[in-house]
């Protein structure tokens, strides 16, 4: 599992009642591989995309407990469409709810500069640039069409800030909840001093409570290991 620490974060939650209590750890394995950032999509699918669904399918296959995220659609329908297979019994998984997919599009877009309708786009797979996903990974890859199963869940762990727009498309879009990281430090900082990470987010007053998404913050540590916790970044 070397190589696949290595490009899997890891995200963790800390709670401690006393000094002398020990510290609860939610360790929470998903994907955060950003789509064409660095190197092209067949590059990162050559270098690591790939084998980091082989080994999850793998890996969760050898024991029930095991649950992992994944968020990045594009990669895994490559996968899919080229790597996987009939061996690896990936619906089984996603029927069990050890792989879930999350939020469904292409990618977790960005929130500053994009287009509505290029989100809306991306969620749904009907983007000229990606003309193979169709109508969505829920609607393309047979492993979740068959499996009966949809995303309940936005995640949103590394867009550069956060915009009332995502919130209420999320929101309207049918997800059950929504988890964004990136936002003003100092902002962040009184929001995790109040115990306020957690809210319901209400993004446009026109549409009121159709809109409306209970919105989890994540703490200073963001989808990365504390340092002075005991736990290996390798």
Known sequence: MTFLARVVSLLC???SCGENEPIQTFVIPHSHMDVGWVYTI??????????????????????????????????????WDT???P????????REGR?????????????AVTDLNDEILQMTGT??????VGGGVRDTVSCMKHSGVRPQFSWHVDPFGASATTPVLFALAGF???????IDYDLKDSMQKSKNLQFVWRGSPSLKEKQQIFTHT????????????PFSNR
């Open 13 to 15: 939650f800390f709670f």
């Open 42 to 79: 067949q590059e990162s699918m050559h270098a690591y995309a790939a084998n980091v669904y082989t080994t999850v399918t793998e890996e969760l296959s050898k024991a029930p407990e095991r649950r992992f995220i994944a968020v990045e659609q594009e990669f895994f329908r490559l996968w």
């Open 83 to 85: 790597v996987w297979s």
């Open 87 to 94: 061996f690896i019994q990936v619906r089984q998984l996603v």
């Open 99 to 111: 792989l879930e997919f999350i939020i469904g599009g292409q990618v977790m877009h960005d929130e």
């Open 127 to 132: 983007n000229t640039h990606f003309p193979r």
């Open 176 to 182: 059950n909840a929504h988890l964004i990281s990136r």
């Open 218 to 229: 994540m703490d200073q540590f963001s989808y990365c290991t504390p340092s002075h916790l």
